[in-house]
């Protein structure tokens, strides 16, 4: 077969199938990959109790598996897997997530304003399930390894009890979308005195920043950038990477301002497990956060998990035949 390996994976389900020479015929046709089918790719064959022949084809680089020849072909004409091989390649990951790369699934960098004219913005460390907020580094590994809360105190600069001055809640590892994907939820208040929460996808390969899930994995599988997709002029690294406390963004002002009146200074800090239950049930555990400027629609876990259970449906067949695959020229 032209130098490209076959490999039988489930070769007891050949059992189940009868042995009348012309379904042989079909199996060992069944066995040779397409042409078309890059190498490295893994092919899986099943039959149905109906009899009807399904394959799924899937990239050895992203792992997405497609049951059809057009969809692998649009998959690989969107170069999607070169993206991922340059990225690792060149380690083009961003610095501010790797710096973060310490910080553990769960936890959540949050970002609030505060000090006496509400000019300074402050960085917290949030374990969503306990609700405990901490300042530094060192005080989250403690509470990893040893279970010992450090005190949150900002001397009375910064408020978190509430969401008046909440700016952004940044997540190192955002659900549905490949690792090193930052997500941000920014925090706004309209005139209405309403609370917008806006989540912002950005690929740490391309920088292309996405407003909503969908449309970020829209670009992971097809390599398509939707229209409203951009590439911030501000990158959440030039925004957030400072130590505790910093002089305000002036692009973050406008994020403080309610029927043109800034926000009062805070009057008191909180302790660390003083993390409002609606901050981060709704917006973390939840994750059920999203635009609600109505101009996208909001980020919803549900979609993200009847999409795995989609894929996961359609790869349990009554019956598995084999699983062929090209040699990797990356192994």
Same mark, same amino acid.
């Given at each position: 077969m032209d130098g490209k390996s076959v490999v039988p994976v489930k070769e007891e389900a050949m059992d189940h199938i009868a042995a009348s020479s012309e379904e042989e015929e079909d199996i060992e046709a069944l066995s040779e990959p397409p042409d078309w089918l890059p190498d490295g790719w893994i092919m899986e064959v099943y039959r149905g109790e109906d009899g009807t022949i399904n394959r799924y084809y899937t990239s050895p680089i992203s792992n997405y598996t497609f049951n059809m020849k057009s969809e692998v072909l649009e998959y690989l004409f969107s170069q999607a897997d070169e993206r991922i091989l340059e990225s690792k390649e060149s380690g083009s990951e961003n610095t501010f997530q790797k710096e973060h790369k310490w910080l553990p699934k769960g936890w959540v960098m949050e970002i609030r304003a505060g000090g006496e004219k509400m000019d300074k913005m402050y960085k917290f460390y949030v374990y969503a399930k306990t609700g405990v907020r901490l300042i530094t580094k060192q005080d989250v590994l403690l509470y990893i390894n040893e279970a010992k809360v450090s005190e949150c105190d900002t001397n009375g600069e910064c408020d978190t009890n509430s969401e008046d001055? #909440? #700016?952004?809640?940044?997540?190192?590892h955002p659900s549905g979308v490949p690792e090193g994907w930052v997500k941000e939820l920014v925090f706004r208040k309209t005139k209405e005195g309403l609370t917008r929460r806006d989540p912002y996808y950005t690929d740490p390969a391309s920088s292309y920043t996405f407003r909503t899930l969908k449309c970020a994995l829209c670009f992971v599988e097809t390599g398509k950038v939707s229209k409203r997709a951009f590439i911030q002029r501000i990158s959440v690294h030039d #925004?957030?990477?400072?130590?505790?406390s910093t002089d305000l963004h002036e692009s973050l002002r406008t994020r403080l301002v309610v029927n043109e009146t800034p926000y009062r200074r805070a009057t008191r800090s909180s302790r660390s497990r003083g993390t409002s239950q609606i901050e981060h049930e709704q917006i973390v555990n939840s994750q059920q956060d999203g635009d609600t400027s109505g101009s996208d629609s909001p980020y919803d876990l549900e979609e993200e998990r009847s999409k795995v259970e989609r894929v996961k449906a359609k790869?349990?067949?009554t019956q598995g035949l084999l699983s062929v695959q090209r040699q990797d020229p990356y192994s």
């Amino acid at each position: 077969m032209d130098g490209k390996s076959v490999v039988p994976v489930k070769e007891e389900a050949m059992d189940h199938i009868a042995a009348s020479s012309e379904e042989e015929e079909d199996i060992e046709a069944l066995s040779e990959p397409p042409d078309w089918l890059p190498d490295g790719w893994i092919m899986e064959v099943y039959r149905g109790e109906d009899g009807t022949i399904n394959r799924y084809y899937t990239s050895p680089i992203s792992n997405y598996t497609f049951n059809m020849k057009s969809e692998v072909l649009e998959y690989l004409f969107s170069q999607a897997d070169e993206r991922i091989l340059e990225s690792k390649e060149s380690g083009s990951e961003n610095t501010f997530q790797k710096e973060h790369k310490w910080l553990p699934k769960g936890w959540v960098m949050e970002i609030r304003a505060g000090g006496e004219k509400m000019d300074k913005m402050y960085k917290f460390y949030v374990y969503a399930k306990t609700g405990v907020r901490l300042i530094t580094k060192q005080d989250v590994l403690l509470y990893i390894n040893e279970a010992k809360v450090s005190e949150c105190d900002t001397n009375g600069e910064c408020d978190t009890n509430s969401e008046d001055n #909440l #700016l952004a809640i940044v997540d190192f590892h955002p659900s549905g979308v490949p690792e090193g994907w930052v997500k941000e939820l920014v925090f706004r208040k309209t005139k209405e005195g309403l609370t917008r929460r806006d989540p912002y996808y950005t690929d740490p390969a391309s920088s292309y920043t996405f407003r909503t899930l969908k449309c970020a994995l829209c670009f992971v599988e097809t390599g398509k950038v939707s229209k409203r997709a951009f590439i911030q002029r501000i990158s959440v690294h030039d #925004l957030y990477s400072f130590d505790k406390s910093t002089d305000l963004h002036e692009s973050l002002r406008t994020r403080l301002v309610v029927n043109e009146t800034p926000y009062r200074r805070a009057t008191r800090s909180s302790r660390s497990r003083g993390t409002s239950q609606i901050e981060h049930e709704q917006i973390v555990n939840s994750q059920q956060d999203g635009d609600t400027s109505g101009s996208d629609s909001p980020y919803d876990l549900e979609e993200e998990r009847s999409k795995v259970e989609r894929v996961k449906a359609k790869k349990q067949p009554t019956q598995g035949l084999l699983s062929v695959q090209r040699q990797d020229p990356y192994s």
